[in-house]
Structures are given as structure tokens and as C-alpha cells.
């Protein structure tokens, strides 16, 4: 029922789609458009008219007027030649609409994906938003800018003249051709239409082979050190020959619609030919008449062709500009909400009765309570799984469907800017990103307006400068994508550097150094200090040796808190605290594989 709803989009829905994109675009389709409808008049009239004229210098030749025909061909001449500019004239419109529309939807996207909360990401592969931004916005572009121009202004200009010349030259014989042309643009429609689903299946397997391309080039270790290659290979193969054999479909239904379309655009002039011949024979028409009919029937069954070509086309792209238009309607993050400065409060994060799942379905929190107070180090810890990076995640104003209340700096979320929010706080995952620039950009990254000396400043304090210094090129390196070339230890100093540049008051560390060997570690663990440094912290950690010297631990489990209290504390009362560090003592010697 769906497909069949799929393939047939309803006429509304596509011309909505139509004016949403010219719509969109509207400050450059208003100066184009106005030129390419008058250009597009100008084009199928000259077109009329040259098929007129050939016409004419036949029956002119057969008169033996050789002035007359001289006369004829010089205006034909001019015709071409005017044609030909309006041509040129068209395509530079079309060129300048595409080229400005494109740009238009490429920053419109850009903007869009800023704006767009983390839990649109998490819920969608990066691959299909690349492939919305590159290739879709490219086919678009060109479709609305040049091949649908042709239907709102060159079909009209040249259905009109050439229906008119046909019918002041014989009225019978255009309606023996035209009632044919109807019956077969009605088959044509048929067979286009499913042309559209196709169309929408091609593109999802694009956007799925785009995702296995991504997936490669960022866990590339990964796949090589899991000799994963062989295997995504294969379903990369899988991808591409679904989306091969999407486009076959495509194609297929294609050639039927060309075949078909060339059979009856040919099938009007063998009819004009054959009766206009015995119309001849009965006096009632002239042969040099007959010719200009002829001529001029080509450009008027062309319009039905553009027409319905232009109508799969239609159906075509405006599934793919649905598929943009998705991207565009996707609901953004809020942008309200204060700016405060007032932060005198001692409490910096509070959790009151926090319930919270990232689906109705499962609760990831039920009611946790706990409070990280100013200055002081707060650790959280609990099994994988238990929520606590989804705490970072929360606090910093990352999902609002929660229930309860979630505190920072004395006022409740909700009434933070969230700009203003995340300026106060600085995050060191263990998921470092690198950027494909100098390590110096990668770095400003914390405070984009900060000079290179101040960049320096904050990697000596973070104990990478001497490991920079010792790159190819310093500062200047360039770092490939996810910054392959520098070691996970590298990563996590420069991560540290780009904290302390932003100088928030607030640091979330999410097992920075869980991932690290010793020596590593030593120099991460240092690197940290220096950031935790007069800042509140609020620390996850795995290895629970690296929190002992924390002010005050929270225990979370099953949603909620389990206990708070500093390590000797909970080692001697809180059960799942014991079983944590008992674990753990037994994973470092080895007792759990
Ligand atoms: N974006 C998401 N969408 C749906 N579920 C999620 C998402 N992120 C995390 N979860 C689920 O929420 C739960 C808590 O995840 P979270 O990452 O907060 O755990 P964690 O305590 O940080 O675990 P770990 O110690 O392994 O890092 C898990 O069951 C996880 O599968
Ligand atoms: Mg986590």
C-alpha cells in the first residue's frame, strides 16, 4: 500500500516541492526567472518560426521566385543567428541561478547541521548528511535551474505558435494528428511513474554505500587490525550492486519511456504525411502547405515529449528534494535562554530526582540525585553502560526530555542559553577529534581568537609542546583525518591544551586516560592537573585508582545514586563501591579476562 503511494506522488506534492525550492532560493530565481521565461518565449517562438520558414522556402523553391527565396533565406539566417544568442543568453541564466542556488543550499545545509541538537547525529549516519550536502544539492541545482526551465517557459512559447500555425494552415489534419498525441503522453505517464521509487531506492543505497565509504576511511585501524577489510569489502560490493541494480531499474523503465516516446513522436508524421498526401490529391491542401505542416508539427509533438520527460524527471528530483527538504525541517537545537554571570553559588551541578532514556522505552536514569560542589574534584563511577557519560552528555544541555531537575551554576537548564552554557564548560572525552589542520588550528580550537603564542602557552602547560616541536613541521603539521598520526597519549594532551585554552570554569573528563599505557598516562595524569587547577572537576573514571584522591565519589547504579562519600568512605560501607574496586583489583591482577 505504502510502495503504491510512493511510486505515485500525488501532483500537489511535487508542485509543493517545486515552489519550496524555488522558494528557498527565491532572491536569485526572481532576476533569473523573469529573464529565462522571456529567454525561454523568445527560444520556442524562434524555433516555431525557423520550421516555419524552412517550410515556406520549399513551396518558394517549387514557385521558382528566386528573389523571394533570397529574401526568405536572409531572414532565416537572422532567425538562426538571434536563436542562437537567445540559447547562449538562456544558459548563462541557468548558469548563474545554478551556481548561486547551490551555494545558497550548500551554507543553508551547513547552517542547519550546526544548529541541529547531538540526538539528531546519534540517530542518523554521517554518510547520508554528506551525501544530502554533495551530490544531492549538485543534481538539484542543475535540475531546477536547466532541464525543468524548458517546461515553464520554452513548451508554452512553442505549443502556442507552432498549434497555431498548424491550425491556420489546416484545421482537420492538426486534429487528426493532435488527438493521437494526448493518448500517448497517458502512456508515457504510466510507464514514467514508477520511475520515481526507483529513483528513491537509488538514492538510499547511495547514501548507504556513502556510509560504508566513511566508516572505512574512520575506523580504517579498526577494520585492518580486526582484518575486518575483507568482510566490508564484500558488503561495500553488496551496496554497490543494490544501488547498480536500482539504476538498472531505472534505466530500464527509462529506455521503455524514450523508445516509447520517440515511436510517438514519429507516429504523428507518418499520419501527417500519409493523409496530408491524399488531402494534396483532393485539393485540400497546397504541398508547399503540407510542408510547413510537417515542419512544424516536429516542435509541437516535442512539447508533449518535454513535458513528459520532464514529468519522470519531476518525480525523480523531487524525491530527492524531499530527501533535502528533511534535513532542512529537522527541529533544532533551542537557542533561547540566558547568559548568566551571576556564578556565586557553591553548589556548580545539581541532580534532583533525574529521570531520563534516550528512547520511551528504556530508562537509562530513573531518579538520580547527587550535587558537585565549586573548587573541588567530584568523581562519578558505576558499571559500563550505567550512565554516566549520558550525565556529561545531559549537563551539557545535550537532551531536554528528561524529568526532574538538573542545576548548573544555581539556575535549572532550561533557563540557560545553551552557547552560554557550554562556554562555562570544558569537555576531555576519550574520543579525541582531530581536525584536518595544523596542530596549531586544532588546538585554538578552545578559543578561536587566541594568538599562537597564548596556543603555546596552553600546549606547554598540557606537556605536549615538546612532543609538537619534535613533528615534521611543529605547530604547522598538518593532521590527517582523526589525526592518524598522532598517538592516543598525543591525542589526549592536545585535548587537554584545548581545554585549558577555553578556560572554562567547569572541566567534564570522561576517562581520559583509560585507554593509555603507564608512561602515556603519566603524562596525560599530568597534563590534567594543570587543567584541574582551581576548576570545579567532574571526573568519570574506570580505573578507580585514579579518583582516590577525590573529594567525593557518586555511585551510580541501575539510574539512580547508590552512595556519595569520599573513597575511604564508601570502601568501607557502600556495597557497589566494594564490588567496583574489588573487580578492579582482580582485572589488574589478571583474575578477569
Ligand atoms: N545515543 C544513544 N541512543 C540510545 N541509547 C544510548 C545512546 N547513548 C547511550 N545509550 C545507552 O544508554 C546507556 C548508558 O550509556 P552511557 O554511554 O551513558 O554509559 P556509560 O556509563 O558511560 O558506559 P561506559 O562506562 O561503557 O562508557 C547504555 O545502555 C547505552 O547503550
Ligand atoms: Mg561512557
Same mark, same amino acid.
Given at each position: 500500500?505504502?510502495?503504491?503511494?510512493?511510486?505515485?506522488?500525488?501532483?500537489?506534492?511535487?508542485?509543493?516541492?517545486?515552489?519550496?525550492?524555488?522558494?528557498?532560493?527565491?532572491?536569485?530565481?526572481?532576476?533569473?526567472?523573469?529573464?529565462?521565461?522571456?529567454?525561454?518565449?523568445?527560444?520556442?517562438?524562434?524555433?516555431?518560426?525557423? +520550421?516555419?520558414?524552412?517550410?515556406?522556402?520549399?513551396?518558394?523553391?517549387?514557385?521558382?521566385?528566386?528573389?523571394?527565396?533570397?529574401?526568405?533565406?536572409?531572414?532565416?539566417?537572422? +532567425?538562426?543567428?538571434?536563436?542562437?544568442?537567445?540559447?547562449?543568453?538562456?544558459?548563462?541564466?541557468?548558469?548563474?541561478?545554478?551556481?548561486?542556488?547551490?551555494?545558497?543550499?550548500?551554507?543553508?545545509?551547513?547552517?542547519?547541521?550546526?544548529?541541529?541538537?547531538?540526538?539528531?547525529?546519534?540517530?542518523?549516519?554521517?554518510? #547520508?548528511?554528506?551525501?544530502?550536502? +554533495?551530490?544531492?544539492?549538485? @543534481? =538539484?541545482?542543475?535540475?531546477?535551474?536547466?532541464?525543468?526551465?524548458?517546461?515553464?517557459?520554452?513548451?508554452?512559447?512553442?505549443?502556442?505558435?507552432?498549434?497555431?500555425?498548424?491550425?491556420?494552415?489546416?484545421?482537420?489534419?492538426?486534429?487528426?494528428?493532435?488527438?493521437?498525441?494526448?493518448?500517448?503522453?497517458?502512456?508515457?505517464?504510466?510507464?514514467?511513474?514508477?520511475?520515481?521509487?526507483?529513483?528513491?531506492?537509488?538514492?538510499?543505497?547511495?547514501?548507504?554505500?556513502?556510509?560504508?565509504?566513511?566508516?572505512?576511511?574512520?575506523?580504517?585501524?579498526?577494520?585492518?587490525?580486526?582484518?575486518?577489510?575483507?568482510?566490508?569489502?564484500?558488503?561495500?560490493?553488496?551496496?554497490?550492486?543494490?544501488?547498480? #541494480?536500482?539504476?538498472?531499474?531505472?534505466?530500464?523503465?527509462?529506455?521503455?519511456?524514450?523508445?516509447?516516446?520517440?515511436?510517438?513522436?514519429?507516429?504523428?508524421?507518418?499520419?501527417?504525411?500519409?493523409?496530408?498526401?491524399?488531402?494534396?490529391?483532393?485539393?485540400?491542401?497546397?504541398?508547399?502547405?503540407?510542408?510547413?505542416?510537417?515542419?512544424?508539427?516536429?516542435?509541437?509533438?516535442?512539447?508533449?515529449?518535454?513535458?513528459?520527460?520532464?514529468?519522470?524527471?519531476?518525480?525523480?528530483?523531487?524525491?530527492?528534494?524531499?530527501?533535502?527538504?528533511?534535513?532542512?525541517?529537522?527541529?533544532?537545537?533551542?537557542?533561547?535562554? @540566558?547568559?548568566?554571570?551571576?556564578?556565586?553559588?557553591?553548589?556548580?551541578?545539581?541532580?534532583?530526582?533525574?529521570?531520563?532514556?534516550?528512547?520511551?522505552?528504556? @530508562?537509562?536514569?530513573?531518579?538520580?540525585?547527587?550535587?558537585?560542589?565549586?573548587?573541588?574534584?567530584?568523581?562519578?563511577?558505576?558499571?559500563?553502560?550505567?550512565?554516566?557519560?549520558?550525565?556529561?552528555?545531559?549537563?551539557?544541555?545535550?537532551?531536554?526530555?528528561?524529568?526532574?531537575?538538573?542545576?548548573?551554576?544555581?539556575?535549572?537548564?532550561?533557563?540557560?542559553?545553551?552557547?552560554? =552554557?557550554?562556554?562555562?564548560?570544558?569537555?576531555?572525552?576519550?574520543?579525541?577529534?582531530?581536525?584536518?589542520?595544523?596542530?596549531?588550528?586544532? /588546538?585554538?580550537?578552545?578559543?578561536?581568537?587566541?594568538?599562537?603564542?597564548?596556543?603555546?602557552?596552553?600546549?606547554?602547560?598540557?606537556?605536549?609542546?615538546?612532543?609538537?616541536?619534535?613533528?615534521?613541521?611543529?605547530?604547522?603539521?598538518?593532521?590527517?583525518?582523526?589525526?592518524?598520526?598522532?598517538?592516543?597519549?598525543?591525542?589526549?594532551?592536545? +585535548?587537554?591544551?584545548?581545554?585549558?585554552?577555553?578556560?572554562?570554569?567547569?572541566?567534564?573528563?570522561?576517562?581520559?586516560?583509560?585507554?593509555?599505557?603507564?608512561?602515556?598516562?603519566?603524562?596525560?595524569?599530568?597534563?590534567?592537573?594543570?587543567?584541574?587547577?582551581?576548576?570545579?572537576?567532574?571526573?568519570?573514571?574506570?580505573?578507580?585508582?585514579?579518583?582516590?584522591?577525590?573529594?567525593?565519589? /557518586?555511585? =551510580?547504579?541501575?539510574?539512580?545514586?547508590?552512595?556519595?562519600?569520599?573513597?575511604?568512605?564508601?570502601?568501607?560501607?557502600?556495597?557497589?563501591?566494594?564490588?567496583?574496586?574489588?573487580?578492579?583489583?582482580?582485572?589488574?591482577?589478571?583474575?578477569?579476562?
Amino acid at each position: 500500500m505504502t510502495e503504491k503511494k510512493e511510486a505515485r506522488p500525488s501532483i500537489k506534492k511535487v508542485f509543493k516541492t517545486i515552489f519550496r525550492f524555488y522558494g528557498t532560493t527565491k532572491e536569485y530565481f526572481y532576476k533569473y526567472g523573469i529573464y529565462r521565461w522571456f529567454g525561454g518565449v523568445a527560444s520556442g517562438g524562434l524555433q516555431v518560426f525557423n +520550421a516555419y520558414l524552412a517550410g515556406r522556402m520549399v513551396g518558394i523553391a517549387i514557385s521558382g521566385d528566386m528573389s523571394a527565396l533570397v529574401r526568405y533565406a536572409v531572414i532565416l539566417i537572422g +532567425a538562426v543567428i538571434v536563436r542562437t544568442i537567445v540559447g547562449l543568453m538562456n544558459e548563462y541564466a541557468s548558469s548563474y541561478y545554478n551556481i548561486h542556488s547551490g551555494k545558497k543550499l550548500r551554507v543553508m545545509a551547513m547552517e542547519k547541521i550546526n544548529s541541529l541538537p547531538i540526538a539528531y547525529y546519534e540517530n542518523q549516519h554521517s554518510g #547520508e548528511t554528506i551525501s544530502k550536502l +554533495a551530490s544531492d544539492i549538485e @543534481k =538539484l541545482q542543475v535540475f531546477y535551474g536547466n532541464s525543468i526551465a524548458g517546461i515553464w517557459s520554452w513548451v508554452p512559447a512553442s505549443f502556442v505558435f507552432s498549434l497555431a500555425i498548424l491550425l491556420n494552415t489546416n484545421v482537420q489534419l492538426t486534429l487528426i494528428c493532435g488527438t493521437i498525441i494526448p493518448v500517448f503522453a497517458i502512456i508515457m505517464n504510466k510507464i514514467s511513474l514508477p520511475i520515481g521509487k526507483a529513483s528513491k531506492e537509488r538514492q538510499e543505497h547511495a547514501a548507504s554505500f556513502n556510509s560504508y565509504l566513511r566508516d572505512f576511511a574512520e575506523g580504517v585501524h579498526i577494520y585492518k587490525s580486526f582484518s575486518m577489510s575483507k568482510s566490508h569489502g564484500q558488503k561495500f560490493e553488496k551496496a554497490c550492486d543494490d544501488y547498480a #541494480e536500482a539504476s538498472f531499474r531505472m534505466a530500464r523503465r527509462r529506455s521503455l519511456s524514450i523508445g516509447l516516446m520517440i515511436f510517438g513522436m514519429v507516429i504523428p508524421q507518418v499520419i501527417a504525411l500519409g493523409v496530408g498526401s491524399i488531402f494534396v490529391i483532393e485539393g485540400k491542401i497546397t504541398f508547399p502547405e503540407l510542408f510547413v505542416f510537417t515542419n512544424v508539427l516536429w516542435p509541437f509533438v516535442s512539447t508533449f515529449r518535454m513535458v513528459s520527460g520532464g514529468w519522470s524527471d519531476l518525480i525523480e528530483e523531487s524525491g530527492r528534494a524531499e530527501h533535502l527538504f528533511t534535513l532542512f525541517d529537522a527541529k533544532p537545537e533551542r537557542t533561547n535562554g @540566558k547568559d548568566f554571570t551571576d556564578i556565586e553559588t557553591n553548589t556548580v551541578m545539581e541532580f534532583r530526582n533525574v529521570g531520563f532514556g534516550y528512547n520511551d522505552n528504556v @530508562k537509562v536514569l530513573e531518579s538520580a540525585n547527587f550535587v558537585v560542589e565549586k573548587g573541588k574534584k567530584t568523581a562519578l563511577v558505576g558499571v559500563s553502560g550505567s550512565g554516566k557519560t549520558t550525565i556529561h552528555k545531559m549537563l551539557a544541555g545535550h537532551y531536554d526530555n528528561y524529568s526532574g531537575c538538573v542545576n548548573v551554576m544555581g539556575h535549572e537548564l532550561s533557563e540557560w542559553n545553551l552557547e552560554s =552554557l557550554r562556554n562555562n564548560i570544558a569537555a576531555v572525552n576519550q574520543d579525541i577529534y582531530l581536525f584536518n589542520e595544523s596542530v596549531m588550528e586544532n /588546538i585554538r580550537y578552545g578559543k578561536p581568537t587566541c594568538s599562537d603564542e597564548e596556543v603555546m602557552e596552553a600546549a606547554k602547560k598540557a606537556y605536549a609542546h615538546d612532543f609538537i616541536n619534535e613533528l615534521e613541521n611543529g605547530y604547522d603539521t598538518k593532521l590527517g583525518e582523526r589525526g592518524i598520526s598522532l598517538s592516543g597519549g598525543q591525542r589526549q594532551r592536545i +585535548a587537554v591544551a584545548r581545554a585549558l585554552l577555553k578556560d572554562s570554569p567547569i572541566i567534564l573528563l570522561d576517562e581520559p586516560t583509560s585507554a593509555l599505557d603507564t608512561r602515556s598516562e603519566y603524562h596525560v595524569q599530568k597534563a590534567i592537573e594543570k587543567l584541574e587547577e582551581g576548576r570545579t572537576v567532574f571526573i568519570i573514571a574506570h580505573r578507580l585508582s585514579t579518583i582516590e584522591n577525590a573529594d567525593k565519589i /557518586i555511585v =551510580l547504579d541501575g539510574g539512580n545514586v547508590l552512595g556519595t562519600g569520599s573513597h575511604s568512605e564508601l570502601i568501607a560501607e557502600n556495597d557497589k563501591y566494594i564490588s567496583l574496586y574489588k573487580r578492579q583489583v582482580l582485572e589488574s591482577s589478571g583474575g578477569i579476562a
